[in-house]
């Protein structure tokens, strides 16, 4: 069978002429749509990838300033904090009597009289 050659001759026919036509042009067609879905799918892959990164981006973003606040957040109450203690402190040293106080026990001054001596913090070892 293979060995036999059969030759089919073309009816030339203005039907034939159109329909050969019609199919080429479906063939462009259809060649087209496929262009312009692939264009659209690219472009849209481009566009989610682009917004996508963005995202991660503004994420991060977010996260280190939720962490900065944080930190800043911790050192205004320390600083809150050593403010009430230095008003305190302003306020003892206001009054007479705790500035005699230091002054005794930091600096050894005594009263006329009146003898001071010093303990050492730590325990004798036995």
Same mark, same amino acid.
């Given at each position: 069978?293979? &060995?036999?050659?059969?030759?089919?001759?073309?009816?030339? &026919?203005?039907?034939?002429?159109?329909?050969?036509?019609?199919?080429? !042009? $479906?063939?462009?067609?259809? $060649? !087209?749509?496929? !262009? !312009?879905?692939?264009?659209?799918?690219?472009?849209?892959? *481009?566009?989610?990838?682009? *917004?996508?990164? @963005?995202?991660? /981006?503004?994420?991060?973003? @977010?996260?280190?300033?939720?962490?900065?606040?944080? $930190?800043?957040?911790?050192? +205004?109450?320390? +600083?809150?904090? &050593?403010?009430? =203690?230095? /008003?305190?402190?302003?306020?003892?040293? =206001?009054?007479?009597?705790?500035?005699?106080?230091?002054?005794?026990? =930091?600096?050894?001054? &005594?009263?006329?009289?009146? +003898?001071?001596?010093?303990?050492?913090?730590?325990?004798?070892? @036995?």
């Amino acid at each position: 069978m293979s &060995s036999r050659k059969t030759t089919v001759a073309k009816i030339d &026919s203005s039907y034939m002429e159109q329909y050969n036509t019609y199919k080429e !042009r $479906q063939k462009r067609k259809k $060649q !087209r749509l496929v !262009r !312009r879905l692939v264009l659209f799918a690219v472009t849209t892959l *481009i566009i989610f990838g682009y *917004i996508a990164g @963005y995202h991660m /981006k503004q994420r991060a973003i @977010y996260a280190e300033k939720v962490e900065q606040y944080e $930190q800043l957040e911790k050192e +205004l109450k320390e +600083l809150k904090q &050593s403010e009430k =203690n230095l /008003k305190e402190e302003i306020e003892l040293l =206001n009054n007479e009597d705790y500035v005699l106080d230091i002054a005794r026990t =930091n600096y050894f001054l &005594s009263k006329e009289g009146e +003898l001071i001596f010093t303990i050492p913090d730590e325990e004798p070892s @036995y």
